[in-house]
């Protein structure tokens, strides 16, 4: 087997001479130009710097970088200075590079009042990219260096955020930075939006509506975390409220409490309430028909089937040239995972997505009080110029649940009309999908009463 190419990383300091070109005010190019460094992703063959955001080389309807580019051009003016005041939605963020020593802290726009909506996933579906990327580019990070392993020793900052993560409404923040908060933008397709940054010296904190069913889980020292998370999860909290908490560590054994990488904290809420509705759901009746559901949102279309079979769950994806995944010009990359009845062992080589769509799948049958084998199919197109989280997964497949299903009387039926609302051909799809590939072999026992 042919041994995978590395990427080639190329580290330029101090400045990319052609994004000062592109960006008209100097101020803002010298921003982008100076984090600490620009870092440059390239594989072999990339076409970013010959680009230059005007050429569309990567065959993307739009540029991402220059879309948080003019993105980060309204809230500048905003934010340039040492101080901050605003309502935070409320948000925090906890990093995981130089894990386990990591930067945490409030996430803060420059503005009052309700921004709710800012750090609130659950309400942005049908929002427009432009939008969600207008969202995370005015929450501006606050960061303190934090051991992860000592979620009580991180000192009164730190303990300020803790707070925020447990409130149920916006709070008002004011923070003081050791200098101006700068975004930094990676050359890279690949890089969600994220706001600007910059370390606190130090942070004040308004009168905070503590959510009592958030808080009690933090009191509760002798509550394991996942216990905790699902405990919340049916009491009614929003899944992104209880992420954020368990990234701060409000969660577990009192000698056992960690921060959690906001990236994995996410993941960790999806496969532990997932898991824990998929383990009643194995006891339900088996459904009597075969489903379709379909959802289209960012330029992703979901296809999920539903066939009248024991517990079994897929997820594939389909990126096409262009896309985020994808930089080939011609060639579809295809990948996903899967499971039987008895679950998995290893985490899903799709990463998050597999998870966030195997907790709304699982929100479904669970209120049905049904089980049923589950294919969840995901073509992604350029129009999806950059990735905004897994979020958009489990919210499209919630949409696609939301909606009254397509109902067939067989497989074949089932097929013939996924080839009509997808671009890929069908055989392709089977080839990919280990679910669909053994439906199409098995023999039922009643074909031979």
């Known amino acids: 087997m042919p041994v995978k190419e590395p990427k080639i990383v190329r580290t330029m300091k101090k400045k990319v001479p052609w994004l000062s070109h592109v960006v008209r005010d100097p101020a803002v190019a010298f921003d982008i130009n100076i984090p600490e460094e620009v870092r440059t992703v390239a594989p072999r063959g ?3 710097v010959i680009c230059k955001g005007a050429r569309m080389l990567c065959r993307k309807t739009r540029c991402p970088l220059m879309a948080r580019i003019q993105s980060y051009l309204k809230v500048r003016p905003l934010i340039d200075q040492d101080r901050l005041e605003g309502a935070s939605p409320p948000g925090v963020f906890v990093g995981r590079l130089g894990y386990p020593f990591v ?20 309400s942005w579906f049908g929002k427009t990219m432009d939008e969600i990327i207008d969202f995370r580019l005015r929450l501006v990070r606050g960061k303190k260096k934090v051991d992860v392993r000592k979620p009580d020793r991180a000192g009164r900052m730190i303990d300020d955020v803790r707070e925020l993560a447990l409130s149920d409404s916006s709070v ?28 606190m010296e130090g942070m004040a904190v308004g009168n905070v509506k503590v959510d009592r069913r958030l808080e009690k889980a933090y009191y509760d020292t002798d509550l394991l975390a996942s216990d905790a998370v699902f405990s919340l999860y049916e009491n009614g ?28 904290s996410i993941t960790a809420v999806d496969s532990i309430v997932s898991q824990a509705l998929m383990d009643e759901v194995k006891t339900f009746p088996v459904i009597n028909e075969f489903r379709v559901y379909e959802s289209s949102y960012l330029d992703n279309r979901f296809e999920v089937l539903m066939l009248p079979e ?3 769950y897929e997820g594939i994806e389909a990126w096409y040239p262009g896309t985020i995944w994808n930089p080939s010009q011609s060639d579809i990359f295809m990948f996903g995972d899967w499971e039987g009845f008895k679950g998995r062992t290893t985490y ?24 049923a084998t589950v294919i ?12 905004v989280g897994v979020w958009q997964v489990r919210e499209n497949v919630r949409n696609a649940l939301r909606n009254d299903p397509l109902r ?22 089977i080839r990919n999908s280990a679910l669909l590939s053994d439906a199409l072999r098995q023999k039922k026992i009643t074909e031979f009463a």
Not at 103 to 122: H, Q
Not at 376 to 387: F, K, N, S, T, W
Request: glycine share 6%; aromatic share 10%.
């Open 348 to 371: 899903a080589k799709m990463g998050g997505c597999y998870y966030a769509a195997r907790l709304a799948v699982n929100e479904k049958l669970s209120a049905e009080r049904r089980q």
């Open 408 to 429: 067939f009387n067989s497989l074949d039926e089932v097929l013939k009309h996924i080839a009509e609302r997808f671009d890929i051909r069908l055989t392709t799809w």
């Open 310 to 312: 024991g517990w079994k």
């Open 103 to 122: 930067f945490a802290g409030p996430l803060v726009p420059p503005v009052s009042g309700d921004t709710s909506m800012m750090d609130l996933p659950e």
């Open 172 to 199: 008002d923040v004011e923070l003081a930075f050791r200098e101006k908060p700068r975004a930094s933008f990676v050359l890279n397709d690949e890089v969600q939006p994220i706001g600007p940054s910059a370390l």
């Open 46 to 48: 990339s076409v970013c």
């Open 376 to 387: 969840v199919l995901r073509e992604a197109h350029p129009d999806y110029i950059m990735p």
């Open 237 to 264: 909290v929003l899944v992104s409220r209880i992420q954020k908490a368990l990234s701060v560590g409000a969660f577990g054994l009192k000698k056992r409490r960690r921060f959690v990488p906001t990236r994995w």
